[in-house]
């Protein structure tokens, strides 16, 4: 094993542009989800990557920079993560897949999980964790008008709906980031227990048990 001395002359080995920038996004993501946005500071990155505060403006222009380019990463990496999982062949496959698919991002992708359902001071260009799901919802809806029409009921109601799920499995989500019992397959399925036997059950033009 050489010396201290030794180990010290060594000549540092330079990293490309992409890969610097990599980096930062890494050490900007593990600290977003750490500490939050307001709390994490440009020279606090720049201290765990490394390397001088100008370094992070010349990549990002700051933590504004740096902040946008990790929310707009993990917003693609969820979307892509559901959709990808929506294969099934009918409408309660599909909402199993998608409650299975959000709970398996928690759990492999806590970082970023944590980081998308802060609100976000910084505008990007994907928007925001709510607009997000509204994009899922958007999805879901789409599944939702189909069944309703062959079921006599309002498809008109369908968007309503999907919001309505869409939340309850997001709520469920952040509950489930902090607590992680039970297991991800069973929350899943109390989820869809919930979820699909309700919308099993609709009646057409339901009244709230106070107005009778």
Do not use: C
């Not at 992070?56 to 380019?69: D, M, R």
């Not at 892509?80 to 759990?107: C, F, H, K």
């Not at 189909?146 to 309002?154: D, G, I, M, P, T």
């Amino acid at each position: 094993m050489g010396t201290v001395t030794d180990r010290q002359s060594r000549p540092r080995v330079r990293m490309t542009g992409k890969e610097r920038r990599e980096q930062l996004l890494d050490v900007g993501r593990a600290l977003f989800a750490e500490r939050g946005f307001e709390a994490t500071s440009t020279e606090e990155i720049a201290t765990r990557a490394g390397v001088s505060k100008p370094v992070v403006y010349e990549h990002f222009g700051g933590k504004e920079g740096l902040y946008a380019v990790v929310v707009d990463r993990e917003m693609r990496n969820l979307t892509d993560a559901i959709t990808s999982a929506l294969t099934g062949s009918n409408p309660r496959a599909l909402v199993e897949q998608a409650a299975l698919a959000l709970l398996t991002y928690i759990e492999e992708q806590t970082d970023g999980f944590r980081i998308l359902v802060r609100d976000s001071p910084v505008a990007t260009s994907t928007g925001t964790f709510s607009s997000l799901l509204n994009d899922i919802a958007s999805q879901v809806e789409y599944i939702l008008v189909r069944e309703f029409s062959a079921r006599k009921l309002n498809p008109k109601l369908a968007g309503m709906y999907a919001q309505m799920l869409v939340g309850m499995v997001a709520l469920t989500g952040q509950w489930w980031l902090e607590v992680r019992k039970p297991r991800r397959e069973e929350v899943a399925a109390h989820l869809v227990n919930l979820g699909w036997n309700g919308l099993r059950g609709l009646e057409a033009k339901p009244r709230l048990s106070l107005d009778t």
